[in-house]
């Protein structure tokens, strides 16, 4: 038997909901227990909200303008609990006309039987989505989105004074599905505000990683200054796509002799740079499953030409590869430069699951030659939430900016967030060190608009520190969101433990431990961690010191601690979930008396 509800209006059958929007109506018609039309006018409001349960399986949405077909979605419509709503945009769409052709999963329900489920009553039309944070774990100084899935940075660049951050995002879900470009920008790299997503998926397929450029000398006859986005279509395969902006990348247009780019094995994740030597554009494409980076060039960012491919039996070939880049460095302390060939790899990390490896070596416009043996591989850091970093492309005066995703694919979905899943690492600016052992390795520290973040410290002196735990307390205010800052002399064989903890007994234990030259950092008891067997760890970094004078920077938010020794020899960037904030500091040593100075505790001014 068919039944049709008018929800918000006139009510038949026994499934109604009402409508935030007075007047405005949705209508809904089960067709058979697994299809069901949902039908509305463009005009009745702003948005469909639909209900979600993120533990059900997701149900294939349709959405017909006029009858035509403007997008596909997954989305896990809520069955017996609502999570949360998500928003479906009526206005905008290209037709007066809205059908939602929702095929749910198969229960084995008798075919023309009902199916009553929560989503039926609870769908409606609204003006307003309300995306004031609800959580607790969101947070406070890193980029997130206000609501949906996020993962890799996208299309980064700078352009007048403006920062621009795309990445991936699920718009109807907090699980990873339905890839688009979402899009926020930035006046200083750490305050960011959320703009209009750029990019959703159309036949061709969902809209995953890639990057943009600003076509300085109109090489793709799309305008002076007009930026040009390389991302792959991922629909049946892996494909290429180009799209461009006039309007300094608030809004693209694809281009129609899209795909640009088809190569023959599964790749992804374009990443783009002007070569001006050889006046041309080089582009790293990752060809996920053979462990290889494909380096392209093109004259006018619509026609490339494979030139090499760099990676066979190089570092870690355990996961498949994603999110190059290929960055030009100068070496610290002398007047060389090299090239770095990030790669980004899932899994395989140092800890499990995602990570970001490099290798430094020589790029002729052509081809890149790794200086280290094929069996050397170099970790951007060794925590075990730093993943598809990438760089800004025109940055100002040559400066080599990175920015990561802050989790791992081991347990992103499942961590205790809801309205939104997933942050931004802090930028990060990146340079080349050579080491006692003949070395060369990647420095990253905070970017220094992150110093604008430090409100008024707090200066301790610690001085020696032995056994007997040195206490000092954190911040309180904003949920005692800090930067943590402390210089300390460690003898041969001493060690430094700096722990952090709340009045629950939960704590992040970090040690600097001299006779191996290493910083670790522990999260088993750091709050929330059951809610994967992945999540609990310690994570341990090769510290590059050499002088037993270490400096290190600790940036404590609601949901993660990011550590860097202040010259970028190591950083460490790991998720924590304390159910109270940590509001005290203990300094000790088991090992020798270590000297510390310089404690300065910076609330951050937001
Ligand atoms: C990396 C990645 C990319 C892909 C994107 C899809 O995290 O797997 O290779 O483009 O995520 O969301």
């Excluded at 009526?90 to 749910?104: E, P, S």
């Excluded at 299309?155 to 879900?173: E, I």
């Amino acid at each position: 038997m068919k039944q049709t509800i008018i929800v918000g209006g006139l009510l038949i059958g026994s499934f109604a909901t009402a409508s935030a929007v007075s007047g405005a109506s949705l209508k809904v018609e089960n067709l058979s227990a697994t299809n069901t039309l949902v039908k509305a006018m463009s005009t009745d409001g702003k948005y469909i909200l639909l209900p979600v349960q993120e533990n059900v399986a997701p149900a294939h949405i349709r959405v017909l303008s006029d009858g035509r077909l403007d997008e596909t979605l997954n989305i896990n419509l809520a069955e017996s609990r609502v999570d949360y709503y998500v928003p479906l945009l009526l206005d905008g769409r290209n037709g007066n006309d809205i059908l939602l052709d929702v095929r749910t999963p198969d229960k084995g329900i008798v075919a023309g039987e009902a199916q009553p489920s929560l989503w039926i009553d609870e769908i409606k039309i609204a003006d307003e989505f309300d995306i004031s944070n609800r959580e607790k774990y969101r947070p406070a100084f890193h980029h997130t989105p206000d609501y949906g899935w996020m993962n890799d940075p996208n299309g980064m660049f700078f352009k007048d004074g403006v920062w621009h951050l795309s990445y991936q995002w699920n718009p109807y879900g907090s699980k990873w599905e339905n890839m688009s470009w979402g899009h926020s920008t930035s006046n200083d790299l750490v305050h960011w505000n959320s703009q209009n997503p750029v990019l959703y998926g159309d036949a061709l397929g969902a809209v995953f990683s890639g990057s943009a450029v600003v076509d300085k000398n109109n090489t793709a006859g799309f305008g002076k200054d007009a930026v040009v986005a390389l991302f792959t279509s991922a629909g049946a395969s892996q494909v290429q796509s180009l799209a461009h902006s006039s309007d300094d990348g608030m809004t693209y247009e694809r281009y129609p002799g899209n795909p640009v780019i088809a190569y023959e094995r599964e790749s992804r994740d374009p990443n783009m740079f002007w070569d001006a030597e050889n006046g041309r554009w080089v582009l790293l494409l990752a060809s996920a499953l053979d462990h290889e980076m494909l380096i392209f060039t093109s004259p006018d960012l619509k026609e490339w030409s494979l030139q090499s491919k760099f990676g066979n039996g190089y570092g870690s070939q355990t996961g498949v590869w994603e999110c190059p880049d290929l960055l030009r460095l100068p070496v610290e302390g002398t007047d060389k430069e090299k090239w770095v060939l990030i790669c980004n790899i899932n899994p395989g990390g140092p800890f499990g699951g995602s990570a970001t490896q490099y290798f430094v070596g020589d790029f002729d416009g052509s081809k890149f030659i790794a200086d280290s043996p094929a069996e050397v591989t170099k970790w951007m850091d060794y925590g075990k939430d730093h993943y598809a970093a990438v760089s800004f492309s025109n940055a100002p005066d040559d400066r080599a900016i990175m920015i990561g995703w802050m989790s791992n694919w081991e347990y992103a979905n499942d961590v205790p967030t809801m309205q939104f899943r997933s942050a931004n690492t802090l930028p990060r600016e990146v340079s080349l060190f050579e080491f006692n052992d003949g070395q060369t390795y990647l420095a990253s520290v905070p970017a220094k608009e992150v110093d604008l973040l430090r409100g008024t410290p707090k200066h301790f002196h610690p001085g020696k520190v032995g056994k007997g735990a040195k206490r000092f307390s954190l911040p309180t205010a904003n949920d005692g969101i800090c930067e943590i800052e402390f210089e300390a002399d460690l003898k041969k064989d001493s060690n430094l433990e700096i722990v952090l903890s709340n009045a629950e007994g939960e704590n992040v234990v970090m040690t600097l431990n001299a006779a191996d030259d290493t910083f670790s950092m522990d999260r088993r008891n750091s709050g929330l961690t059951d809610f994967s067997e992945y999540f609990p760890c310690v994570t341990t970094a090769p510290a590059y010191n050499g002088t037993g004078h270490y400096k290190v920077r600790i940036f404590v938010d609601r949901s993660s601690i990011e550590a860097f020794s202040a010259d970028g020899h190591f950083s460490m960037t790991n998720l924590v979930f304390p159910t109270k904030p940590y509001t005290t500091m203990t300094l000790s040593s088991a090992n020798g008396v270590v000297k510390v100075e310089n404690l300065n505790v910076y609330p951050i001014k937001l």
